[in-house]
């Protein structure tokens, strides 16, 4: 337990003179007006304060289910200091908790990577006892603030980093929760670099599964879509609103987000068709791994299964049912997804995602001014996969239930023509093909979109620490106190570009005390490469060829 835990509320106001044997510095209070917030902790090795679990949503129960978050209620009686943790209610699917192993196991280092022994490893590999919703709650919107206590004490208006943190917009939470732990030392850290007094870090968290991302006509009626993107969107304008309170600036906000927070910042960059003025809630935009189904379609069977899992039958019923309850049917109903599926996610919808990502970008209806730094992994299709798929036919159902939406004239293009069989791999011919697929129509090509709409005039780099698989770099960006990054020198090199971009909107390198800024992607489609012993100059390895089919192929083919 923290000291600070046991420090009676009234020594943490500002106005309350410290007795001195706990030797324990007061820490600050912040009035939000609809609330006042006391910082959790302060650590006096690094100067920054952390207020944790500050609310900027009302607990979405009852009738608030499935529907926009509300802004919080005044609530000014006593003040709040974030003690309880507070995840959002989750579900991992089972074909995921299984790589857990595996990835742990060919990213520690410890195991010499081949693809025989990867794929061997999934398909011996159980779900793991554990349960992903020990402690979640639905009163979870919450959002962290880290500040320098430098920032906090002279209102300089300091750079803000906001992360949106993923999982297949089914699980995971702002502070890690079941992936590596986000803690944003290293970060703020390597800020000092650049600025005297640093930066600020807020980690959001946003409802997942069924409760962040139902779909559908009942939904449309009686509810809201993509309520968990509505759940950021409320966040990152509460940043807007609140941040000069602890010493940040609105017009310095890079938001970074990975996989499904990847996707989710490249859609709040959106607008709807043939608007000319979009304006996203941030000036930048840090974008690792992004994952979105092309077509943004999601299985049809996604609401009627959830509900058959509540035994109710209708969205009123579901929004009576007790916090247990519904958290446990979204677990097992996630819990069951189809292999490389999460069942739900974002969905086009005029409120909130008005169209795909690739026609947003191809015509326009974007906020061209957000700076940009975008990544992806070397090897993104790593654990996404049917390890059972041998035959052709079973690709194609794959590819049904993985990507829905699709013509079968389409499939078998896409089996046929852009990802061929190739004999030559043997035993893991199937499962390239799928890792293939999957990666590009869900990451690598949505990397490359977004900087085919930024005209070259945007950065990027590629983690290509082996084995480069998905969520492996999560424990370079952040440092995990449970499990340090193998590759020390990667960290060091992806820690230093993040914060750079985010004081001076430009990321940079730093070699024998000489610090260089990244190329842009230009012409030559620039990026830098970060592999476990340092970084290079390189260029894109995506395939167009099969990205401009994912971007407009299949839509012309309908
Ligand atoms: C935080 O607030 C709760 C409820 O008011 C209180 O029980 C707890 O002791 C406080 N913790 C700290 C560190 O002040
Ligand atoms: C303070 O931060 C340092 C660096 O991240 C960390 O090692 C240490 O555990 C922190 N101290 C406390 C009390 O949390
Ligand atoms: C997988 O299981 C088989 C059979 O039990 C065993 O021979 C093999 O060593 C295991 N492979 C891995 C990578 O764990
Ligand atoms: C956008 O503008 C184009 C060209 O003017 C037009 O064809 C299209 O219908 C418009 N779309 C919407 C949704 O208004
Ligand atoms: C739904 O009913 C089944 C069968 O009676 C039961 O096992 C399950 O726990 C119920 N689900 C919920 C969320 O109550
Ligand atoms: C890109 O994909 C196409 C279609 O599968 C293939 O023909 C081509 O060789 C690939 N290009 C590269 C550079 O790998
Ligand atoms: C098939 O796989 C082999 C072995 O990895 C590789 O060298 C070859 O380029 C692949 N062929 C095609 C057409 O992709
Ligand atoms: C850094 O210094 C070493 C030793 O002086 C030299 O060999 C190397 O080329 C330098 N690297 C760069 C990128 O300048």
């Not at 927070?261 to 608007?275: A, D, E, Q, Y």
Request: aromatic fraction near 10%; proline fraction near 7%.
């Amino acid at each position: 337990m923290h000291l600070n835990s046991l420090i009676p509320i009234s020594m943490l106001l500002a106005s309350v003179s410290y007795a001195s044997p706990t030797r324990t510095p007061k820490l600050p209070v912040v009035d939000l007006g609809y609330e006042r917030h006391a910082a959790m902790s302060y650590n006096s090795s690094t100067g920054v304060y952390q207020f944790s679990n500050i609310r900027y949503a009302q607990t979405p129960v009852g009738d608030l289910r499935f529907r926009a978050p509300q802004p919080p209620l005044t609530n000014r009686h006593e003040i709040q200091n974030g003690s309880q943790p507070r995840t959002c209610p989750q579900g991992v699917p089972d074909w995921q908790a299984k790589a857990y192993g595996p990835i742990g196991a060919f990213t520690s280092g410890g195991k010499p990577f081949t693809l025989e022994a990867w794929e061997q490893a999934i398909r011996n590999s159980s779900v793991p006892p554990i349960d992903f919703n020990k402690g979640t709650t639905e009163d979870c919107l919450v959002l962290d603030v880290h500040v320098p206590k430098k920032i906090f004490k002279s209102k300089c208006g300091a750079p803000v980093l906001v992360w949106i943190h993923g999982g297949g917009y089914a699980f995971g939470s702002k502070n890690g929760y079941p992936n590596p732990g986000f803690v944003p030392s290293g970060l703020l850290e390597h800020a000092k670099e650049f600025s005297d007094r640093g930066m600020i870090f807020v980690g959001l968290n946003y409802r997942l599964g069924a409760l962040g991302f139902l779909s559908g006509q009942e939904v449309q009626k009686d509810g809201d879509q993509n309520a968990g993107l509505l759940d950021q969107r409320l966040a990152l304008q509460w940043v807007q609103d609140n941040i000069h309170l602890f010493g940040g600036s609105r017009d310095k906000v890079t938001v970074m987000g990975e996989s499904a927070g990847g996707g989710s910042v490249l859609l709040h960059m959106t607008g709807p068709p043939n608007s000319t003025n979009i304006k996203a809630p941030f000036a930048q935009a840090i974008i690792q791994s992004p994952a979105l189904v092309s077509n943004l379609e999601v299985p049809e069977s996604g609401y009627a299964g959830f509900l058959s899992k509540l035994n109710v039958s209708s969205l009123a019923d579901a929004r009576k049912l007790s916090s247990e309850a519904i958290i446990r049917g979204n677990a097992a109903h996630l819990a069951s997804a189809p292999d490389t599926t999460s069942i739900h996610g974002p969905v086009v919808d005029s409120k909130t995602a008005p169209d795909t990502l690739y026609r947003s970008f191809k015509n326009g209806a974007f906020d061209k001014s957000v700076r940009l730094l975008t990544a992806h992994n070397s090897f993104e299709g790593g654990f996404f996969f049917d390890p059972t798929v041998k035959t052709e036919e079973q690709l194609d159902s794959w590819i049904q239930k993985s990507l829905p939406g699709f013509t079968k004239n389409d499939r078998e293009h896409l089996a046929k023509d852009l990802y061929p069989f190739n004999a030559s791999l043997g035993d893991v011919a199937q499962g390239s093909r799928q890792r293939a697929i999957w990666g590009d129509a869900l990451i690598d090509c949505t990397f490359l979109t977004a900087h085919e709409a930024f005209g070259g005039n945007s950065y990027a780099y590629l983690f290509d620490v082996s084995p480069g698989i998905h969520i492996q770099d999560l424990k370079y960006t952040f440092n995990d106190p449970t499990s340090p990054a193998p590759r020390p020198i990667a960290q060091d090199i992806l820690q230093r570009a993040i914060a750079s971009f985010t004081i001076k909107g430009e990321p940079v390198t730093k070699s024998n005390g000489t610090y260089e800024a990244f190329p842009t992607w230009g012409s030559g489609k620039s990026l830098v490469r970060i592999n476990g012993d340092g970084f290079s100059v390189g260029t894109n390895v995506v395939n167009e060829t099969r990205c401009a089919w994912w971007q407009s192929g299949y839509e012309l083919a309908q």
